[in-house]
């Protein structure tokens, strides 16, 4: 084999040296760019003075503050807002918009109302107000023992049937023509009171249950 390479002219031992003496060159000097910063830095000052050399010195361009004389295009300025004072909403949040102050804790309190105000909202809350009131009157007990004719548990219950429940008061109140809501309560063997309402109509005598306690009977 190594008669044939000396006899082949082509082949050149030099050649090689050559090309691995580039090789081992190329990797030494891109190993020092990345590996020492103070050799990258010669290297780009050398070409950009080449640069320079070549293609003539780059200038810059640069404008002061406050030296351009050209309006700005009015369609695209911000139109002013109205004044404060225009707007109530803006003055009320003014007037009540808490202090936050380092350290301190932060009190709101809210605003004061005048009278008029106070009585209109009590008027509205009264009229708003449909939560029954439990009452016991003639119609009252009407619709009281009517419910029980309709459900024998609870009459039973009601009489002292059950030793575990003891009657503790009753009430109806008038929702709609003869609709009426019936509550009872009792006391449980532990002594804690259990409520029964049921939705009786005493035109008709029938009666449902409208809580859980009523339903599970």
Same mark, same amino acid.
């Given at each position: 084999?190594?008669? $044939? ?21 190329? !990797? ?18 050398? %070409? ?9 010195? !780059?200038? &810059? ?20 807002? *109205? ?13 009540? #918009? ?26 509205? *809350? ?12 003639? *119609?009252?007990?009407?619709? /009281?023992?009517?419910? #029980? ?12 049937? $059950? ?5 503790? &008061? ?9 609709? /009426?809501? !019936?509550?009872? %309560? ?9 409520? /029964? %309402? ?5 035109? *008709?005598?029938?009666?449902?249950? #409208? $809580?859980? $306690?009523?339903?599970? #009977?």
């Amino acid at each position: 084999m190594a008669e $044939n390479r000396a006899g082949n002219k082509k082949y050149d031992p030099s050649r090689r040296l050559i090309y691995g003496g580039v090789l081992i060159f190329t !990797v030494a000097a891109c190993i020092s760019l990345t590996a020492v910063p103070a050799i990258r830095a010669r290297l780009l000052d050398r %070409i950009n003075v080449l640069k320079t050399a070549c293609c003539g010195e !780059v200038q &810059t361009d640069i404008l002061p503050l406050g030296e351009n004389d050209i309006p700005y295009p009015e369609e695209f300025l911000r139109p002013r807002s *109205s004044d404060a004072g225009s707007r109530p909403y803006v003055e009320y949040i003014q007037k009540h #918009l808490p202090v936050v102050k380092p350290g301190v804790p932060l009190k709101v309190k809210p605003p004061a109302l005048s009278e008029a105000d106070d009585s209109g909202k009590s008027a509205e *809350s009264d009229e708003d107000d449909d939560s029954p009131r439990f009452m016991q009157g003639e *119609s009252e007990r009407d619709a /009281y023992e009517k419910t #029980l004719a309709a459900n024998e548990k609870l009459a039973a219950m009601a009489r002292g049937g $059950n030793p575990d429940f003891s009657l503790k &008061t009753w009430g109806a109140s008038r929702r709609e023509g003869d609709i /009426y809501w !019936v509550r009872v %309560i009792f006391h449980n063997a532990s002594g804690a009171e259990v409520e /029964y %309402i049921w939705r009786t109509d005493i035109s *008709s005598g029938k009666s449902a249950p #409208l $809580n859980f $306690n009523a339903r599970s #009977l």
